[in-house]
């Protein structure tokens, strides 16, 4: 990390001055004398340089059998990747794709969807539907595993 400027302290004036000004009685100063006043001004700036990274080649997926119903607990994220599908990120790092029965244009548009909990706390292929912003269904046909393909 590179720092800019560090922090800059000016004092301007007789410190033994301002305590004579309110009354005190310090000794070698008059207490008759106007009193002079300081400045004190402090400014600071922090500058954090981030190194521009060289993008990594992006992975290829392999596409693999996958299971037929996924714990809604187990999912940490989401990514809209086609109009006829999304790709869910699973703690632990694996990864899923979601097969909707047809095309989903309004979840592309929107990048957004819900999925409505059910009582055995799963999403199952050929069973539930997620549903877009804008308010259409899409039903999830498969599960397909993500390999990375090296």
């Given at each position: ?45 922090l500058i954090v340089r ?25 999912i940490a994220g989401a ?14 790092g694996q990864r899923l ?54």
């Amino acid at each position: 990390m590179k720092l800019g400027r560090l922090p800059r302290l000016l004092c301007v004036g007789a410190p033994l001055t301002m305590f004579a000004a309110v009354g005190a009685a310090v000794p070698g100063v008059d207490a008759r004398r106007p009193p002079v006043f300081a400045q004190l001004t402090i400014e600071q700036s922090l500058i954090v340089r981030v190194p521009r990274r060289i993008p990594a080649r992006p992975l290829k997926w392999k596409s693999k059998k996958g299971p037929k119903c996924v714990a809604m607990s187990s999912i940490a994220g989401a990514a809209v990747v086609a109009d006829d599908a999304i790709d869910l990120v699973m703690k632990g790092g694996q990864r899923l794709r979601a097969h909707f029965s047809s095309n989903c244009p309004a979840l592309d548009y929107y990048s957004g969807f819900y999925i409505l909990p059910t009582n055995d706390g799963r999403i199952c292929a050929d069973r539930d539907m997620i549903r877009t912003r804008a308010g259409g269904q899409c039903e999830i046909r498969r599960f397909r595993k993500l390999v990375a393909d090296d």
